[in-house]
């Protein structure tokens, strides 16, 4: 494959290791110094576009690729919101778009048993439900969008919460599930679930020891993704 990386930062560069490893080749670093590169690029030779930027960046960097028919699997985090208008410039032009707000298969596995953890525990009102995540300093965005995606998995299980909400130390309402997200060097990504009672506490962890997972799920996606069209996730990739 010929891949365009629009990015080029902690997670491009890692990316870019593994694809030449693989024997893929690179159509083109982005970063936010060099955007005119884009105008000088062969369009039709490129297969696919791997998109982690910044959040205030990446729907800019999606529209330029889907809107000219090329494939994109995007992992920038906080831009969410705006989804739905990249879904629908995907539809209109017929090509693929991908989404992850975690690339790595241990935490898609970790997806899972959150979710079945909240399931099981949805009538224990006695434990009160906490998150925490903790990243290097150089996040841009709190909460992670990990910790959103297990969020959400949670809340669609517990009707105790209508809501989440980032703990800056303020009080938080009953029916919304509290994140706290801490900022320690040079954590790559940690989440935490804690379920506390009196009587014990029920806690599951993802560790990431490094972003080599994040960056060898965003490479194998964009392979598998080549003869795809439409609006894909992880549940595809990894048939969940
Ligand atoms: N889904 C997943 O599995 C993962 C997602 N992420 C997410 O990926 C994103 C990137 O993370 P990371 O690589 O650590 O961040 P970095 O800050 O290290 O890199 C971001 C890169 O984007 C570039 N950039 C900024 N603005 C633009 C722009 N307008 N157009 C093109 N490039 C631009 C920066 O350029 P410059 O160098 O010039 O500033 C930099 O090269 C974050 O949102 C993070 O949360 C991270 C890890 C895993
Ligand atoms: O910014 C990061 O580094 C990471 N971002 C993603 C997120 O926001 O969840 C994935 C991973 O945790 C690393």
């Known amino acids: 494959m010929n891949i ?15 694809a030449e490893s693989r024997g893929h080749s690179i159509a083109g670093r982005i970063t936010i110094d060099n955007m005119a590169e884009l105008d000088s690029l062969a ?16 729907v800019e960097n999606i529209s330029w ?8 699997v995007s992992g920038t985090t906080g831009w969410l919101h705006e989804k739905p208008v990249i879904e629908q410039l995907t539809k209109e032009k017929n090509t693929a778009f ?19 953890l909240a399931s099981l525990m949805k009538d224990q009102v006695d434990y009160k439900i906490s998150m ?19 969020a959400e998995g949670i809340l669609a299980e517990q009707s105790r919460f209508q809501r989440w909400t980032l703990d800056e130390g303020q009080a938080i309402e009953a029916d919304s ?28 962890t993802h560790t990431a020891h ?15 993704i080549q003869d795809k069209k439409g609006v894909l996730s992880m549940d595809d990739f990894l048939s969940f």
């Open 4 to 18: 365009l990386l629009l990015g080029y930062g902690k997670m491009g560069k890692i990316i870019a290791e593994i």
């Open 132 to 150: 925490e995540e903790i990243h290097h300093t150089e996040k841009k965005d709190a909460p992670s969008g990990t910790a959103i995606t297990l």
């Open 65 to 72: 690729a889907i809107s000219r028919g090329i494939p994109v």
């Open 177 to 204: 599930l509290p994140i706290s997200a801490k900022r320690i060097d040079p954590a790559p990504g940690t989440h935490t679930i804690t379920y506390s009672s009196d009587i014990d506490d029920i806690e599951i």
């Open 98 to 116: 991908f989404y992850a707000s975690n690339f790595s298969v241990g935490v898609n596995i970790f997806f899972k048993v959150n979710r079945f």
């Open 43 to 58: 369009i039709k030779t490129i297969d696919v576009a791997i998109e982690f930027s910044q959040p205030e960046a990446a």
């Open 210 to 224: 490094s972003r080599k997972g994040f960056a060898m799920g965003a490479v194998l996606v964009s392979e598998w």
